[in-house]
């Protein structure tokens, strides 16, 4: 990639920092299945464009970093110390061992390197510091310029923190040197690690510690199986057999030669480190490309969670408006009490007796049988708004039921329940709101009544109480709004009552009038429920608000996922050569 045009570097550099802004940008609120892992990728992803691509980018020809990690105990430590002949790595007594990781590098190098270019994360000290939060570098001039050494802390640490700092290191290096044992080269931890390496496209070499005499034979054969199998065969593989330390505890020369002759070769050749940076930046920007994907599926799960969860509410206050509905047209209102104080005002038997005459002896009739009987209005109007609130109030309740069931079953919204228990239940000023709304839609029916009736000459005059009892029929009339539709079908609840309003209705008005004023009457009422419900149901939005779903997310995601492959291939990273300066065993 060394021989590539600044132009498809900066063009690489521009992309992969629009796809970090994207990454760090996603929010995955709703807890499915698969968000966790998802935004455990994208925090890894963003931190190795911090920690490696963007910064290696920005510096192709900058010297190596090669961490070495491995299992508690390999002998990390010591083999750095050996390479650069002085105990510049503290090995752990006790275990875990909490420290900051330590840098190695030649002189000539240390300035990259203490400037925060790499792992910028990670404050830069010269001193020991049991800080994981700090980086020490140190300088070392047997160590050939071209190639640094970090020694990174154990990566099956029983302390959380020191994995994930062993895991942050590793994913920032040009070239992993890992360190394992001959007890402990077929553990699960460091082939789960080694995998990773091979998804990245690391290059990678390993280093098979205290291996007992004549045992070598026997384990390297089963060691090299396991590589292949894991597909991670192409590095070099070194091999250090048991050995006493020296006074410092240092390996003896000899013992190390291979490594450090692999090491110093690697450090030695331009086109060696080139084409290591090539394949590993090459490496981890194609797999960059399964991250964007898992990301963008589970960002694109947010958002079909989020309009589900939306649409179970906005299904279950629909239904809470129908139900209102469905209880006005099957009358479910005009019995009982309503049923007494509508006969009690009229007289069901006489008034049905007067529909069946001329329709001024009629008028004439309702109009004597109503005036100056305020008392029994009062009652009919009360009862009326009374069964109104208690069927609105029920269709809440119900809708708020609704809601929350249809949120317990789906996978996200049991944890928006348990942080809103509440929502399954109406809102506490419910009960007062639906009275208030009650009283202003009765008060609309009559001034429709009222309207209608200034606009009928035979009527104009009559008195404020007559408009009342108008409104009240037009009421009750509305509370069985069948009875109006085109094809004349009619609901007779409680022995002609609806049949009765129906017809002093349109004795006074005019069939066509009634039929309008009903409409409107009923279209009214339910416009204001359903303003009610949707109230109640913006407790279920509002919860959904407080945590949004991007819905811009995976598209936004689509796009600089593409953007970077582009670049990509603009900067020829799709070859890969074979590993460099190979050796040892």
């Known amino acids: 990639m060394a021989q590539d045009s600044p132009s498809s570097t900066a063009s690489l550099v521009a992309a992969l920092t629009e796809l970090r802004a994207t990454l760090s940008g996603v929010r995955l609120p709703l807890a499915l299945p698969d968000a966790d892992s998802a935004r455990r990728a994208a925090n890894d992803a963003v931190a190795q464009l911090d920690d490696y691509l963007l910064p290696r980018l ?14 508690t105990g390999a002998g990390k430590s010591t083999l750095v110390n050996s390479l650069v002949r002085a105990p510049v790595s503290a090995p752990g007594v006790l275990r875990p061992t909490t420290r900051s990781p330590t840098l190695v590098c030649h002189p000539d190098d240390a300035a990259w390197f203490t400037e925060s270019h790499l792992l910028p994360g990670l404050a830069r000290t010269t001193q020991h510091s049991d800080d994981p939060g700090t980086l020490r570098v140190v ?3 047997a160590l050939r310029a071209g190639l640094a050494l970090l020694d990174a802390p154990d990566i099956d640490s029983v302390v959380a923190d020191n994995r994930a700092l ?7 290096a040009d070239l992993w040197l890992f360190v394992t044992t001959a007890a402990r080269y077929a553990d699960a931890v460091p082939w789960d690690l080694l995998r990773t390496a091979r998804d990245r496209g690391a290059v990678t070499a390993l280093v098979l510690d205290r291996v007992p005499p004549g045992a070598e034979a026997e384990i ?3 060691l090299n199986r396991m590589r292949q199998a894991n597909g991670v065969g192409e590095g070099p593989l070194f091999v250090i057999p048991e050995s006493r330390l020296d006074g410092q505890g240092l390996l003896a020369e000899s ?13 030695g050749s331009a086109a060696d480190r080139a084409d290591v940076v090539r394949r590993t930046v090459g490496g981890a920007v194609a797999a960059l490309a399964p991250v964007v994907l898992a990301v963008g599926a589970a960002a694109d799960a947010q958002v079909a969670a989020a309009r589900s969860l939306s649409g179970i509410v906005d299904t279950a206050y629909e239904g809470g408006v129908s139900a209102v509905g469905n209880g006005l047209s099957r009358g479910d209102l005009l019995r009982g009490e309503v049923l007494a104080r509508w006969q009690d005002l009229v007289g069901t038997g006489e008034f049905m007796r007067g529909v069946q005459a001329k329709v001024a002896m009629l008028r004439d009739r309702v109009a004597a049988a ?3 009987r305020p008392r029994p209005a009062d009652e009919l109007r009360e009862a009326l708004g009374s069964g109104l609130a208690v069927l609105v109030r029920e269709a809440a309740a119900g809708a708020a039921e609704e809601a929350a069931r249809g949120w ?22 419910l009960a007062a709101r639906v009275d208030v709304l009650v009283r202003e839609w009765q008060q609309s029916v009559l001034d429709l009544v009222r309207v209608e009736a200034g606009q009928k000459r035979h009527i104009a005059r009559v008195s404020a109480y007559a408009v009342n009892a108008l409104g009240l029929a037009a009421m009750v009339a509305v509370f069985a709004a069948t009875a109006f539709i085109p094809t004349g079908a009619e609901v007779a609840v409680g022995a002609g009552t609806t049949v009765a309003a129906q017809k002093l209705l349109e004795a006074i008005f005019g069939d066509q009038a009634v039929r309008e004023l009903a409409a409107k009457a009923r279209e009214d009422l339910l416009r204001r429920v359903r303003a009610l419900l949707n109230g ?14 991007d819905e811009s997310a995976p598209d936004a995601l689509r796009r600089a996922g593409a953007e970077v492959a582009r670049a990509a291939r603009d900067a020829r990273l799709g070859t890969v050569s074979p590993s460099p300066a190979e050796g040892g065993r």
Request: zero cysteines; a negative charge.
């Open 166 to 172: 062993a895991a942050q290191l590793l994913a920032a």
């Open 139 to 141: 300088v070392a001039p």
């Open 370 to 372: 109503v005036t100056g």
């Open 58 to 71: 920005g510096r192709l020809d900058a010297p190596l970093l090669v961490v070495v990690g491995g299992s």
């Open 220 to 222: 390297v054969p089963d």
């Open 408 to 429: 317990r079953a789906h996978p996200a919204g049991g944890a928006l329940l348990r942080a809103a228990p509440d929502l399954g239940s109406p809102s506490p000023g």
């Open 255 to 267: 013992v190390v030669a291979p490594v450090r002759a692999w090491a110093d070769a690697l450090a």
């Open 536 to 549: 109640e149901a913006d407790r279920f939005r509002a919860v959904l608000a407080a945590d949004p779903v």
